[in-house]
């Protein structure tokens, strides 16, 4: 029994890294947020930097992911405006 457990634990250590993973871990927005707050000489907000900075973050990220699991979408669904479903 005692085998059993620790072979689990063994295979759950071998799990691929995959690019995307490691790409977002060493991304630091707060360097992003700097350099877009100095490109627009300061005439935006840090709050508005660093969300500026997090969305494209969060694009990059969602196209190495689409990417490595080779989904491709169309342009219509990943823009898509979502709807309030009422479930009344």
Do not use: G, H
Not at 28 to 36: D, K
């Amino acid at each position: 029994m005692s085998t059993n457990y620790l072979k689990l634990i063994s295979n759950n250590t071998k799990r691929k890294e995959r690019y995307s993973d490691n790409w977002l871990i060493k991304i630091n927005p707060l360097a992003i947020a700097e350099y877009i707050q100095r490109k627009e000489e300061y005439r935006i907000s840090w709050r508005a930097a660093r969300a500026i900075a997090n969305a494209k973050i969060s694009c990059v990220y969602r196209d190495l992911v689409l990417e490595e699991e080779n989904i491709n979408l169309s342009e219509e669904i990943i823009n898509a405006d979502f709807e309030e479903i009422d479930e009344s």
